[in-house]
């Protein structure tokens, strides 16, 4: 398993941006699928974002289609989330998972990661 950091989260305007980050510890990054996922308070957690180890496949929730995206860079073992026109209903915590098991793994379902951050507050003002 690798070890998750987020950062990069903070308070911004309603139609604002904002790029949240995830460093990822060790030397096999390239080979884990990455996925970004939010929980607001109240609510489960949901789906954002996910990408192949390559970054050539890319999976978004409907919810922030053609508003965030999301990349990797393997030599920084990092993975982003570039957040534009937020809304306040985007206000949560952002946390970033990944996982090597390609066993019954699909982009949008918590349970299909095995790392997770400690999460990331987003906090969207109207």
């Known amino acids: 398993q690798v070890q998750l950091v987020e950062s990069g989260g903070g308070l911004v305007q309603a139609g604002g941006s904002l790029r949240v980050s995830c460093v990822a510890s060790?030397?096999?990054?390239?080979?884990?699928?990455m996925g970004w996922f939010r929980q607001a308070p109240g609510k489960e957690r949901e789906f954002v974002a996910g990408?192949?180890?390559?970054?050539?496949?890319?999976v978004y929730a409907d919810s922030v289609k053609d508003r965030f995206t999301i990349s990797r860079d393997n030599d920084k073992n990092t993975v982003y989330l570039q957040m534009n026109s937020l809304k306040p209903e985007d206000t949560a915590v952002y946390y970033c998972?990944?996982?090597?098991?390609?066993?019954?793994?699909?982009?949008?379902?918590?349970?299909?990661?095995?790392?997770w951050g400690q999460g990331t507050q987003v906090t969207v003002s109207s």
């Open positions: 998972a990944a996982t090597n098991s390609i066993s019954d793994f699909t982009y949008r379902t918590v349970q299909s990661y095995t790392s």
């Open positions: 060790g030397r096999t990054f390239s080979t884990y699928a």
């Open positions: 990408i192949s180890g390559s970054g050539r496949t890319t």
